[in-house]
């Protein structure tokens, strides 16, 4: 695995490049320490086996580099972000991962995009919801390993799978110099915002035209299922697969569940 780098309206961004075939551009959700290695790196190496992978930190996580103004929540820069990643990865035909609040920008990018195949999405946002105190517990800073933790919690049905290997590929990001203020000026006010600012509307939806599959956890609170359903309903090439003890984590908690999808789903679309 390859860690590259690009400018991208003045700001540096990293993405990690592994693998061979037909490209998959992955991005991660908002939560704290959110990264592409946080999101992804379980199931990277096993989805390089068939794909090439370009797995992107959006600016202001991850490596990539901070926005130097705010509003420092800025879907449409990390939509114009992800385009840009797009236009750096060869071939006709691209599918997208998107996790949480990426899976909206992932379906706004299918949108605006005909290169892209395929579409699939973990726990995504886009949806009409109603934020409750989970919600906002992952859009806060947490200051120590304790908070972390107790906001991972709200957002796996097994918190077994919160090991020292979880919270090592977390840390490096959410306890960087700044980082935690950072991040709570990124999620500052009423947090209710930001939901509403990745709905995606009829006219978005109505130029999404490539397969989607939306895969969601029936356990997950903060951001829930409800999302998928209103956006699959709109899409009439969309399928939902409900996963079971399973709440926000998807690619984590259901691991073989998620490669066997992305395998089946995208080697489909893709070749």
């Known amino acids: ?25 992955m991005l991660h959700g908002s939560g704290p320490g959110a990264s592409s290695l946080g999101n992804w790196r379980t199931v990277m190496g096993p989805l390089s086996e068939r794909f090439e992978i370009f797995a992107m930190d959006l600016i202001g996580f991850g490596k990539s580099g901070r ?43 299918a949108s605006m995009e005909d290169r892209v195949a395929a579409v699939l999405t973990t726990g995504t946002m886009g949806g009409t919801f109603t934020i409750n105190e989970l919600t906002r517990r992952v859009w806060t800073g947490p200051r120590n390993r304790e908070d972390l933790v107790q906001t991972l919690s709200g957002i796996i049905f097994d918190t077994s799978v919160i090991d020292e290997a979880y919270l090592a590929a977390r840390e490096p990001v ?11 000026s990124m999620f500052q006010g009423e947090k209710q915002q930001y939901a509403d600012a990745a709905k995606l509307d009829a006219t978005t939806l109505e130029h999404v035209h490539c397969a989607v599959r939306l895969l969601h956890g029936r356990e997950d609170l903060a951001f829930p299922i409800s999302c998928s359903y209103e956006i699959a309903k709109a899409l ?6 409900t996963l079971s003890k399973c709440s926000h984590s998807v690619a984590f908690e259901r691991t073989s569940t998620f490669l066997a999808q992305v395998n089946e789903f995208m080697g489909t679309h893709l070749n």
């Open 1 to 25: 695995m390859t860690e590259e780098s690009f400018e991208f309206e003045g700001v540096p961004v990293t993405y990690y490049r592994v693998g061979s075939g037909a490209p998959l551009l």
């Open 67 to 109: 926005k130097p103004a705010a509003p420092y929540f800025d879907y449409d820069m990390w939509v114009r972000q992800a385009q840009a990643m797009l236009a750096r990865i060869n071939g006709k035909r691209v599918g997208i991962i998107g996790h949480s609040l990426s899976g909206s920008i992932a379906l706004k990018l």
């Open 174 to 184: 959410v306890f960087a110099p700044g980082y935690a203020d950072y991040f709570d």
């Open 236 to 241: 009439p090439q969309a399928d939902v697969l």
